[in-house]
Protein backbone atom coordinates (compact mmCIF):
# COMPACT_ATOMS: atom_id res chain seq x y z
CA UNK A 1 0.00 0.00 0.00
CA UNK A 2 2.70 2.42 0.88
CA UNK A 3 4.35 1.62 -2.28
CA UNK A 4 1.10 2.74 -4.25
CA UNK A 5 1.14 6.24 -2.33
CA UNK A 6 4.72 6.70 -3.36
CA UNK A 7 4.68 5.49 -7.17
CA UNK A 8 1.45 7.23 -7.84
CA UNK A 9 2.87 11.17 -7.30
CA UNK A 10 5.84 10.66 -8.92
CA UNK A 11 3.54 9.11 -12.05
CA UNK A 12 1.74 12.30 -11.88
CA UNK A 13 4.60 14.30 -11.41
CA UNK A 14 6.84 12.91 -14.58
CA UNK A 15 2.97 13.66 -16.95
CA UNK A 16 3.59 17.51 -15.60
CA UNK A 17 7.10 17.89 -16.56
CA UNK A 18 6.57 15.86 -19.55
CA UNK A 19 4.26 18.05 -21.00
CA UNK A 20 6.00 20.99 -19.59
CA UNK A 21 9.08 19.98 -21.82
CA UNK A 22 6.75 19.50 -24.96
CA UNK A 23 4.76 22.61 -25.11
CA UNK A 24 6.24 25.00 -27.59
CA UNK A 25 4.71 28.73 -27.87
CA UNK A 26 6.23 31.25 -30.48
CA UNK A 27 4.65 34.33 -32.32
CA UNK A 28 3.73 34.27 -36.09
CA UNK A 29 2.76 36.84 -38.40
CA UNK A 30 -1.15 37.23 -38.02
CA UNK A 31 -1.55 37.11 -41.67
CA UNK A 32 -0.03 33.37 -42.22
CA UNK A 33 -2.44 30.84 -42.92
CA UNK A 34 -2.92 28.40 -40.49
CA UNK A 35 -5.32 25.24 -40.54
CA UNK A 36 -4.77 23.26 -37.45
CA UNK A 37 -8.10 21.39 -36.43
CA UNK A 38 -9.48 22.11 -40.24
CA UNK A 39 -12.60 24.51 -38.84
CA UNK A 40 -13.26 27.79 -39.46
CA UNK A 41 -10.80 30.14 -38.60
CA UNK A 42 -9.86 33.94 -38.74
CA UNK A 43 -8.11 33.29 -42.60
CA UNK A 44 -11.46 32.18 -43.78
CA UNK A 45 -12.94 34.80 -42.07
CA UNK A 46 -10.52 37.68 -43.63
CA UNK A 47 -10.71 36.03 -47.08
CA UNK A 48 -14.56 35.53 -47.54
CA UNK A 49 -15.01 39.22 -45.87
CA UNK A 50 -12.39 40.33 -48.86
CA UNK A 51 -14.20 38.67 -51.66
CA UNK A 52 -17.83 39.13 -51.22
CA UNK A 53 -17.35 42.46 -50.47
CA UNK A 54 -15.41 43.26 -53.43
CA UNK A 55 -18.09 41.38 -55.18
CA UNK A 56 -20.68 43.65 -53.52
CA UNK A 57 -19.14 46.90 -54.11
CA UNK A 58 -18.51 46.03 -57.90
CA UNK A 59 -22.09 45.52 -58.60
CA UNK A 60 -24.89 48.54 -60.01
CA UNK A 61 -26.80 49.26 -56.88
CA UNK A 62 -23.65 51.42 -55.66
CA UNK A 63 -23.48 53.35 -58.99
CA UNK A 64 -27.12 54.01 -59.35
CA UNK A 65 -26.98 55.38 -55.33
CA UNK A 66 -24.33 58.03 -56.13
CA UNK A 67 -26.16 59.09 -59.19
CA UNK A 68 -28.89 59.69 -57.58
CA UNK A 69 -28.59 60.89 -54.31
CA UNK A 70 -24.69 61.90 -54.96
CA UNK A 71 -23.38 60.93 -51.67
CA UNK A 72 -21.85 57.32 -50.66
CA UNK A 73 -24.29 54.99 -49.16
CA UNK A 74 -24.56 54.79 -45.21
CA UNK A 75 -24.25 50.84 -44.58
CA UNK A 76 -24.95 49.10 -41.24
CA UNK A 77 -23.49 45.46 -40.73
CA UNK A 78 -26.12 43.66 -39.08
CA UNK A 79 -26.87 40.00 -37.76
CA UNK A 80 -24.88 37.37 -39.23
CA UNK A 81 -26.24 33.64 -38.13
CA UNK A 82 -24.43 31.15 -37.61
CA UNK A 83 -26.19 27.57 -38.62
CA UNK A 84 -22.74 25.52 -38.52
CA UNK A 85 -22.24 22.41 -36.43
CA UNK A 86 -19.75 24.28 -35.08
CA UNK A 87 -20.82 26.29 -31.99
CA UNK A 88 -17.38 27.82 -31.54
CA UNK A 89 -17.41 30.57 -34.81
CA UNK A 90 -17.92 33.64 -33.50
CA UNK A 91 -20.03 35.68 -36.04
CA UNK A 92 -18.76 38.99 -34.71
CA UNK A 93 -14.83 38.53 -35.41
CA UNK A 94 -16.73 38.26 -39.13
CA UNK A 95 -18.99 41.14 -39.00
CA UNK A 96 -16.14 43.53 -37.92
CA UNK A 97 -13.72 41.83 -40.78
CA UNK A 98 -16.90 43.32 -43.09
CA UNK A 99 -16.84 46.41 -41.70
CA UNK A 100 -12.93 46.74 -42.05
CA UNK A 101 -13.21 45.98 -45.33
CA UNK A 102 -16.06 48.50 -46.46
CA UNK A 103 -14.33 51.18 -44.41
CA UNK A 104 -10.87 50.28 -46.66
CA UNK A 105 -12.37 50.81 -49.65
CA UNK A 106 -13.21 54.25 -49.07
CA UNK A 107 -16.70 54.45 -51.01
CA UNK A 108 -19.36 53.80 -48.40
CA UNK A 109 -19.55 55.03 -45.04
CA UNK A 110 -20.38 52.39 -42.01
CA UNK A 111 -22.06 53.18 -38.87
CA UNK A 112 -22.07 51.41 -35.55
CA UNK A 113 -24.19 48.72 -35.29
CA UNK A 114 -26.70 48.64 -32.43
CA UNK A 115 -24.75 47.17 -29.36
CA UNK A 116 -21.72 49.74 -30.21
CA UNK A 117 -25.00 52.46 -30.36
CA UNK A 118 -25.82 52.13 -26.54
CA UNK A 119 -22.53 52.76 -25.37
CA UNK A 120 -21.67 55.99 -27.51
CA UNK A 121 -25.33 57.11 -26.83
CA UNK A 122 -24.03 56.42 -22.80
CA UNK A 123 -21.14 58.38 -23.54
CA UNK A 124 -22.93 61.17 -25.25
CA UNK A 125 -24.99 61.17 -22.12
CA UNK A 126 -22.41 61.20 -19.96
CA UNK A 127 -20.68 64.25 -21.53
CA UNK A 128 -24.26 66.66 -21.25
CA UNK A 129 -23.55 66.61 -17.60
CA UNK A 130 -19.44 66.53 -17.25
CA UNK A 131 -17.93 67.68 -20.18
CA UNK A 132 -16.98 71.36 -20.87
CA UNK A 133 -20.00 73.04 -23.91
CA UNK A 134 -17.77 73.34 -26.35
CA UNK A 135 -17.03 69.66 -26.30
CA UNK A 136 -19.57 68.35 -25.75
CA UNK A 137 -21.48 66.03 -28.65
CA UNK A 138 -24.91 66.74 -29.70
CA UNK A 139 -27.99 64.41 -29.79
CA UNK A 140 -29.99 63.94 -33.32
CA UNK A 141 -26.61 63.90 -35.06
CA UNK A 142 -26.33 60.10 -35.64
CA UNK A 143 -25.70 58.53 -39.10
CA UNK A 144 -28.97 56.84 -40.02
CA UNK A 145 -28.34 54.13 -42.74
CA UNK A 146 -29.18 53.42 -46.27
CA UNK A 147 -28.26 49.60 -46.19
CA UNK A 148 -28.12 46.96 -43.83
CA UNK A 149 -25.93 43.77 -44.88
CA UNK A 150 -27.13 40.24 -43.24
CA UNK A 151 -26.14 36.59 -43.68
CA UNK A 152 -25.72 33.46 -42.24
CA UNK A 153 -23.09 31.02 -42.47
CA UNK A 154 -23.76 26.83 -43.74
CA UNK A 155 -21.87 24.12 -43.41
CA UNK A 156 -22.04 20.90 -45.00
CA UNK A 157 -19.84 17.91 -43.15
CA UNK A 158 -19.31 14.59 -44.96
CA UNK A 159 -17.11 12.17 -43.58
CA UNK A 160 -15.98 8.44 -43.50
CA UNK A 161 -13.46 6.76 -40.92
CA UNK A 162 -10.66 8.98 -40.62
CA UNK A 163 -11.11 11.38 -43.82
CA UNK A 164 -13.88 14.27 -43.69
CA UNK A 165 -14.83 17.19 -46.01
CA UNK A 166 -16.43 20.46 -44.56
CA UNK A 167 -18.17 23.16 -47.17
CA UNK A 168 -19.23 26.09 -45.69
CA UNK A 169 -21.46 28.55 -47.13
CA UNK A 170 -21.54 32.10 -46.82
CA UNK A 171 -24.88 33.94 -48.03
CA UNK A 172 -24.94 37.59 -47.17
CA UNK A 173 -27.43 40.18 -48.78
CA UNK A 174 -27.68 43.93 -48.67
CA UNK A 175 -30.91 45.63 -48.15
CA UNK A 176 -32.30 48.91 -48.78
CA UNK A 177 -33.49 50.08 -45.08
CA UNK A 178 -36.04 52.24 -46.61
CA UNK A 179 -37.89 49.60 -49.24
CA UNK A 180 -36.82 46.30 -48.07
CA UNK A 181 -35.86 45.79 -51.56
CA UNK A 182 -32.66 43.47 -51.83
CA UNK A 183 -30.08 45.59 -53.96
CA UNK A 184 -27.10 42.61 -53.63
CA UNK A 185 -27.03 38.89 -53.07
CA UNK A 186 -23.98 37.18 -52.54
CA UNK A 187 -22.20 33.78 -51.64
CA UNK A 188 -18.77 32.07 -51.20
CA UNK A 189 -18.37 28.63 -50.35
CA UNK A 190 -14.93 27.14 -48.92
CA UNK A 191 -14.56 23.21 -49.03
CA UNK A 192 -11.96 21.96 -46.70
CA UNK A 193 -10.60 18.19 -46.75
CA UNK A 194 -9.35 17.04 -43.48
CA UNK A 195 -7.79 13.66 -43.09
CA UNK A 196 -6.77 12.69 -39.09
Do not use: H
Not at 12 to 29: F, N
Not at 36 to 63: C, H
Not at 99 to 115: G, L, P
Amino acid sequence: MKKAYIIAPAIALMLVTSACQTRKVERIDPNQVTDLSGRWNDTDSKLVADEMITDALGRPWLKEFNEKMGRKPVVIVGRIRNNTTEPDIQPETFIKDIEKEFINTATVTVVQSKEGRDDLRAEREDQQTFSTEESRKKWGKEKGADFMMMGVINSNVDAYKNEKVVTYKINLELIDLESNIKVWIGDKEIKKYIKN
